[in-house]
């Protein structure tokens, strides 16, 4: 039973451009959204959030955009950068009264 | 303010062996959590500790596994009997009172069972 999906397991973008990243979620409970950046042997890095009463948050080249109806979240960068090439989990949870779920994450890779 | 640390951050033993990986969260942040994850996964939750008490275990993936956060600071994740499916990344997480949804993770450890 997964319920967060990450469908797309990597993702190809040319710098510059807009890359988007989508996630779907089945579990209802679930109020609060979280995507986390990962490097190579390093832990995951906290990049933004997002509660359900929102359906958008905004942070520099970040935005997290969330269709409850739709059960689905998405990240967009813009512009891309070489530096943004790594693994982007999402996660949700119930205002961290149960633990943070993820998804199996998409691998970007923006090229130069 | 510095991040969460853990130590070691690899580890190899062999099969059989107890291991003990140590975790170190930010400072005043009350909850502590535990996560597993293998290649192709996202982190896989094992455990939480709000202070010093142990709020969910059941998701600690055989009686070999346990954790310990005696005095609210730092917590302790133990493997006995290690198998070689235990070999992935142990990942720690922390979070503040007033925001407990938000999670920062630690850099792991590496585990790999021979």
């Known amino acids: 039973d997964q319920q967060v999906k990450q469908n797309s397991p990597s993702l190809s973008v040319q710098e510059g451009r807009i890359s988007i990243l989508n996630c779907d979620y089945t579990?209802?409970?679930?109020?609060?959204f979280l995507w986390y950046k990962k490097y190579p042997a390093e832990g995951p890095t906290f990049l933004i959030s997002?509660?359900?009463?929102?359906d958008k948050n905004e942070d520099g080249r970040f935005t997290v955009f969330l269709n409850k109806s739709a059960k689905h979240l998405s990240l967009h960068i813009v512009p891309s950068q070489p530096g943004d090439s790594a693994v982007y989990f999402c996660?949700?949870?119930?205002?961290?009264?149960?633990?943070?779920?993820f998804g199996k994450g998409t691998r970007l890779s923006v090229i130069a | 303010d510095t991040g969460v640390s853990q130590d070691p951050r690899h580890k190899i033993t062999k099969r059989g062996q107890n291991v003990t990986f140590r975790c170190d969260p930010i400072?005043?942040?009350?909850?502590l959590y535990w996560y597993r994850q293998t290649l192709g996964q996202g982190p896989e939750f094992l455990t939480y500790?709000?202070?010093?008490?142990?709020?969910?275990k059941s998701r600690l993936l055989s009686d070999r596994f346990s954790a310990e956060r005696p005095k609210g600071s730092f917590s302790t994740l133990e493997i006995q009997r290690t198998e070689q499916g235990d070999s992935a990344m142990y990942l720690c997480?922390?979070?503040?009172?007033?925001?407990?949804?938000?999670?920062?993770f630690g850099p792991g450890t590496r585990l790999l069972v021979l």
């Open positions: 997480a922390s979070s503040r009172p007033d925001r407990p949804e938000t999670q920062y």
């Open positions: 579990n209802s409970m679930f109020d609060y």
């Open positions: 997002i509660s359900s009463i929102k």
């Open positions: 996660g949700g949870d119930n205002s961290g009264n149960t633990p943070l779920v």
């Open positions: 400072s005043e942040h009350n909850r």
């Open positions: 500790f709000q202070n010093e008490a142990q709020l969910e």
